[in-house]
């Protein structure tokens, strides 16, 4: 309850909610469900406060069911209503929200235990544990299995996180690589999957709550994830005997225990079930219905997990890209697994749109009439972004626009790719997540093996010089400025057959693997991918401006100390 409420104004968004739903603005925005829209900005402050007031209320036991009511239907619609705010964790928070609503949390320590005496001090059900426990252990373990993928085993999905200082340590006896390898990716798995069992059992659980409070402090300092470190911190007293509260109260001074929570043995409660002969001994069926809810939730949240199938989500066949979620559809929001296994880059983004009366081009600036970037991955969000903007364009005069994106990513060190076709027309482009996404690129996984050798060239470059990366596929092109400060920019083709058509000078040159030439500078040009399978080339490219500026200073320099010493 705590920490929610400390969520509340922050990655929930009240601190900034006058930006993000001032009445008026033309913001496109990204619902589940079509009908979804934000009440008027008076109306959402007040939903924040209800949903302030309910997580106050579980953190104090106060009307504790009204309090749970009142943060799960405001956390929820604010969830539903903005899928790019989606991520395992604030899943996991309504998931969560919705278990304590069912649960008996208010009995020790609690303002209703103190209103109401039949409350106070009572037993709760063994399924109350059972079902937290189970809920964190898949957070725990679902995060390890979606870790045993070829990038993470190999160390290429968080290849830049052991430059981190907190990995300094380490890095004494390591070298940065077997680092990354070792410490970020090996570490990471085998705590995921061993977390859970070694939180369980009473022998491991003195090495388990030291490894894993080492683990969630660092992910405090490494990633912007709001409360989640530290409710997964809160969670691992779950996983202990439940006693240990009262037996801490027990070693406190003598003058603050008359604030704290009893330290006298729980009394019986009607809603556990003690055993015995008898009609004592007879499970009442609420007691029945209790087991049962919570095997089905357990194998639930077991499988939905792995329920992208359904969905489609990284259906090859239909070209998505089996990314968790990416690019495909929203699958993500449906792992409990807490688990970040891909790093993606985002190089080049550009929309096109053309008006559908004068045949008008023109190109928008990524991003406008949105508040987020998230879209640029999800086939979901791609299309109704495309749809939002044939709706806004025509107050802009642009008639029955036409909408193009043109994607490239670099996936856990891979080329930079497309991932969506730019010459389909997403406003008309067909989507639905019970289909395969058709305008969707595949994930050239054939040319993973090539990142090692893409890690050696660049290992080759001096300190001036930088490489760009690129796959594409037959039959597209990329159109590419090369800036006048890049006076030394160069293009080299790593496989296939490329055609380099130079915009203003009207020449072409056709280029076969191995081969390359210098790029003008301040001009466009066209690589058209001609061979019949994916093309592969790179760019190198000198800032010259920058590397003048620095000889010029290491020259003033030199005169400034001449000048200083007489010489």
């Not at 898949?138 to 979606?146: E, H």
């Not at 660092?218 to 006693?243: D, E, K, R, V, W």
């Not at 329920?307 to 989500?313: C, D, L, R």
């Not at 130079?502 to 693997?513: A, D, G, I, P």
């Amino acid at each position: 309850g705590l920490l929610m409420a400390l969520d509340v104004p922050q990655e929930r968004g009240l601190g900034h909610l006058d930006q993000r739903f001032l009445d008026g603005l033309d913001i496109c925005r990204f619902p589940l469900l079509p009908f979804l829209q934000p009440l008027p900005l008076d109306w959402m402050y007040l939903l924040y406060t209800v949903m302030f007031m309910g997580a106050v209320g579980i953190m104090v036991g106060f009307c504790y069911r009204l309090s749970c009511i009142a943060f799960l239907g405001p956390y929820w619609y604010l969830l539903l209503l903005d899928k790019t705010s989606w991520n395992n964790h604030s899943y996991l928070y309504g998931l969560l929200a919705f278990q304590l609503a069912l649960l008996g949390a208010d009995r020790y320590g609690s303002v209703d235990g103190l209103l109401r005496p039949q409350k106070r001090n009572a037993h709760v059900p063994l399924w109350n544990y059972v079902l937290l426990r189970a809920q964190i252990f898949i957070v725990y373990f679902i995060a390890g299995l979606k870790k045993l993928d070829a990038d993470w085993v190999g160390g290429y999905s968080m290849g830049s996180l052991s430059r981190h200082w907190l990995f300094a340590p380490f890095k004494l006896v390591l070298s940065e690589e077997m680092t990354s390898l070792l410490v970020v990716h090996g570490g990471g798995l085998v705590l995921d999957l061993s977390a859970g069992f070694l939180l369980f059992f009473d022998a491991t659980r003195p090495l388990a709550l030291i490894f894993v409070t080492y683990f969630h402090c660092m992910n405090s300092q490494l990633f912007s994830i709001g409360m989640f470190p530290y409710t997964m911190l809160a969670s691992s007293g779950l996983f202990c005997h439940p006693s240990w509260p009262r037996r801490l109260c027990t070693h406190c001074h003598p003058w603050l225990r008359g604030v704290l929570p009893s330290t006298q043995p729980p009394r019986t409660s009607p809603d556990c079930h003690y055993g015995g002969r008898g009609a004592r001994g007879v499970l009442r069926p609420r007691q029945h219905l209790a087991a049962a809810f919570t095997l089905l939730y357990v194998l639930e949240q077991l499988f939905l997990p792995y329920s992208h199938f359904i969905t489609q989500v990284g259906a090859k066949g239909g070209g998505g890209h089996d990314t968790e979620g990416h690019c495909q559809g929203r699958g993500g929001i449906f792992g409990t697994g807490g688990v970040h296994t891909h790093d993606i880059f985002m190089d080049h983004v550009k929309i096109t749109y053309r008006d559908g009366l004068t045949g008008e081009v023109g190109y928008l600036k990524p991003g406008v009439f949105t508040q987020s970037r998230r879209w640029k991955d999800h086939a979901d969000m791609l299309k109704q972004y495309s749809t939002c903007l044939s709706q806004l364009l025509p107050r802009y005069n642009v008639s029955q626009p036409q909408i193009y994106f043109d994607v490239w990513v670099s996936i856990n060190d891979r080329f930079q790719q497309r991932l969506v076709d730019p010459r389909v027309d997403l406003v008309q482009a067909p989507w639905s997540p019970w289909k395969p996404t058709p305008w969707l690129l595949p994930l050239l996984l054939e040319l993973s093996p090539w990142r090692q050798r893409l890690q050696e060239l660049e290992n080759q470059l001096d300190g001036h010089t930088d490489a760009v990366f690129i796959a594409d596929f037959p039959g597209l092109h990329l159109e590419n400025f090369v800036s006048e400060d890049l006076g030394n920019t160069s293009l080299r083709v790593l496989r296939g057959e490329v055609l380099v058509e130079l915009v203003e000078q009207q020449h072409n040159r056709s280029l076969r693997e191995g081969e390359g030439m210098q790029l003008p500078a301040g001009q466009y040009h066209k690589v058209h991918t001609v061979s019949a399978e994916p093309s592969c080339y790179m760019y190198l490219y000198v800032n010259t401006t920058a590397l003048a500026l620095e000889r010029n200073l290491t020259r003033l320099q030199e005169l400034r100390e001449g000048v200083q010493n007489g010489t």
